[in-house]
Nanobody
Framework: VQLQASGGGLVQAGGSLRLSCAAS????????MGWFRQAPGKEREFVAA????????YYGDSVKGRFTISRDNAKNTAYLQMNSLKLEDTAVYYC????????????????WGQGTLVTVSS
């Protein structure tokens, strides 16, 4: 399984970005796709996840109401729409996948993308 994250960049506070995570190598009907982020000097933290088959979504407290995760079955791609970005959203964002029971625990994800940098400026 290969995951390719893209869409990061520099954006002003209050702006929006959409990240993409293209998956290849297998079908994902029983998988969870998740996004995590890691800011300099901090632990990698859960951002959002989606159960591929049923479409159930989950969000970290810091992004609820601002970020939306979705997926395109035909393209085997997950998206993270990020609105109302804040300075504290600056981080490297990683997509991950796996047959996950607890979507909030990064250790349960088997596959990771390379990360894409999001920088929010004032």
């Amino acid at each position: 399984v290969q995951l390719q994250a893209s869409g990061g960049g520099l954006v002003q506070a209050g702006g929006s970005l959409r990240l993409s995570c293209a998956a290849s190598g297998r079908t994902f009907s029983n998988y969870v796709m998740g996004w995590f982020r890691q800011a300099p000097g901090k632990e990698r933290e859960f951002v959002a996840a989606i159960r591929w088959y049923v479409g159930s979504t989950y969000y970290g407290d810091s992004v609820k109401g601002r970020f939306t995760i979705s997926r395109d079955n035909a393209k085997n791609t997950a998206y993270l729409q990020m609105n109302s970005l804040k300075l504290e959203d600056t981080a490297v964002y990683y997509c991950a996948a796996g047959q996950v029971k607890n979507v909030y625990i990064r250790g349960q994800y088997n596959y990771w993308g390379q990360g894409t940098l999001v920088t929010v400026s004032s």
